[in-house]
């Protein structure tokens, strides 16, 4: 799952060694064309690719991906319902298909912070 071009070239050159780069890019591009694959942006300079699993019913998942370790989540639930009959409604659109991106910090980076700054309030204390 979210595998960047560069990590799938890697595991097909275990199998198939005389494919290039290039050719791994124009598959990718060629599935995510043909609605086989999603192509996916987690701003972090690399695009990632997984399978659409949009056929067994409903809509995409969502991502959350952590600012601390950049680690990425995904939620199952769609929880949209109230929003896509908001837009059905009110605007006459029909949703098919989302992508969602959540921004935050894991349970991990979380404690990490609070502990950081418990740190930094201390020496604050200690430099007084
Ligand atoms: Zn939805
Ligand atoms: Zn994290
Ligand atoms: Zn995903």
Redesign the pocket.
């Known amino acids: 799952r979210h595998m960047s071009a560069e990590e799938v070239f890697e595991m097909v050159k275990k199998t198939a060694p005389d494919i290039g780069l290039a050719t791994v890019y124009r598959t990718l591009d060629l599935f995510t064309q043909m609605d086989l694959l999603k192509k996916l942006d987690f701003d972090d300079g690399c695009s990632r690719y997984e399978l659409n699993d949009r056929d067994n019913e409903?809509?995409?998942h969502h991502h959350l991906i952590c600012l601390g370790c950049g680690k990425v989540w995904e939620c199952e639930d769609?929880?949209?319902?109230t929003?896509?009959t908001i837009l059905e409604k009110r605007l006459h659109f029909h949703?098919v298909?989302?992508q969602l991106k959540v921004y935050g910090y894991c349970e991990a980076c979380q404690k990490k912070r609070e502990e950081e700054a418990a740190k930094e309030a201390e020496a604050a204390k200690e430099a007084e």
């Open positions: 409903g809509h995409f769609d929880l949209l319902e929003l896509e949703t298909d989302h």
